[in-house]
């Protein structure tokens, strides 16, 4: 069973970084591509980040790209995502998700949900 596991959510002034971690267990996490997903009260999930099986692909929605970076280790089981001048537009609850695939292409590539962490950035 797939497990994962957020950490690193908390609060930040805009402007600053945060860093999310997201340590997975229950395969092998080197076989399958990840991302992030986040959801904002009130609205819908919103694609963040994804990142093919060896790390060698990432894409990024327009509303993050050139501000995240999402990345992994695979012999520590863990995907990151490094979030820099954070705005507060970038206030949600973020997910990370495992697929069953190599590569993920849409939101409904991904299979498996973490519980969420909660990132707020206050203007």
């Known amino acids: 069973q797939v497990q994962l596991v957020e950490s690193g959510g908390g609060l930040v002034q805009a402007g600053g970084s945060l860093r999310l971690s997201c340590a997975a267990s229950?395969?092998?996490?080197?076989?399958?591509?990840m991302g992030w997903i986040r959801q904002a009260p009130g609205k819908e999930r919103e694609f963040v980040a994804a990142i093919n099986y060896s790390g060698g692909t990432t894409y990024y929605a327009d509303s993050v790209k050139g501000r995240f970076t999402i990345s992994r280790d695979n012999g520590k089981s863990t995907m990151y995502l490094q979030m820099n001048s954070l705005k507060p537009e970038d206030t949600a609850v973020y997910y990370c998700?495992?697929?069953?695939?190599?590569?993920?292409?849409?939101?409904?590539?991904?299979?498996?949900w973490g519980q969420g962490t909660q990132v707020t950035v206050s203007s």
């Open positions: 998700a495992a697929s069953n695939w190599r590569v993920v292409v849409t939101t409904s590539d991904l299979h498996y």
């Open positions: 229950g395969r092998t996490f080197s076989n399958y591509a």
